[in-house]
């Protein structure tokens, strides 16, 4: 099946200070990448969508200046957490669509906790 | 209209038992409909998925039912193992967002 990779699997950092997630498809090209973010023993809740070469679009109640993503490949996409507090520590996934399917696969997830 | 009901919310089965889960959603625009397994400190992987054009599909030990017209779907795990043991989102992708809809999860205990 198709694979998406994410890095760090998991990050430590101090509040105040930015993270940069990366998410990649591995073996496909992906139009379009989705951020979720899932607290423990929760579902998946979207933070955002991002076409590749366009903004994304961030669901209602996520802020976009504090969670930045760039998806500039069909390959790879970023989610910057940027001054982070403590109340952002949670489990971020990332999901990719192949171009040619609807069939929606996700990272491993990277774990945040900030300090 | 975007919802998926996933129900129970925590279910514990007997090795070699068969394990149901349940979801119902109310957007008939769905088309798509996953299933996926979630271990603890990992993402979601792909389970198996069903188009509302199939009543039944089934690989291997895991088969999902889908009922259209009770905008229902369900997964069955047969013969149940220990290793099975973790937590299954069902979801629901169509409509006018085209993105995955997801239902609560269900937390599987597969006892030895």
């Known amino acids: 099946g198709a694979v998406v990779s994410q890095h760090p699997s998991w990050v430590i950092c101090k509040s105040g200070t930015s993270v940069k997630i990366e998410c990649r498809s591995l073996?496909?090209?992906?139009?379009?990448m989705f951020w979720y973010r899932q607290f423990p023993k929760q579902s998946l809740m979207l933070m955002a969508t991002s076409n590749e070469g366009s903004k994304a679009t961030y669901e209602q109640g996520v802020e976009k200046d504090k969670f930045l993503i760039n998806h500039a490949s069909l390959t790879l996409s970023t989610l910057t957490v940027t001054s982070a507090h403590p109340e952002d520590s949670s489990f971020y996934i990332c999901?990719?669509?192949?171009?040619?399917?609807?069939?929606?696969?996700f990272g491993p997830g990277t774990r945040l906790t900030v300090l | 209209q975007q919802q998926v009901k996933q129900s129970p919310q925590s279910l514990i089965v007997q090795k070699g038992g068969i394990s149901i889960i349940n979801c119902a959603y109310e957007n008939t625009a769905f088309d798509y409909f996953p299933w996926y397994q979630q271990f603890p400190g990992k993402g979601p992987a792909l389970l198996i998925a069903?188009?509302?054009?199939?009543s039944e599909k089934k690989e291997g030990r895991f088969t999902i039912s889908f009922n259209k017209s009770a905008k229902q779907f369900s997964l069955h795990i047969m013969d149940s193992q220990p290793g099975d043991s973790a937590t299954y989102f069902c979801a629901a992708f169509g409509g006018s967002a085209r993105q995955l809809t997801f239902g609560s999860g269900t937390q599987l205990t597969v006892l030895p």
């Open positions: 069903i188009r509302p054009d199939v």
């Open positions: 073996d496909f090209q992906a139009t379009t």
């Open positions: 999901s990719a669509r192949a171009v040619l399917a609807g069939t929606q696969y």
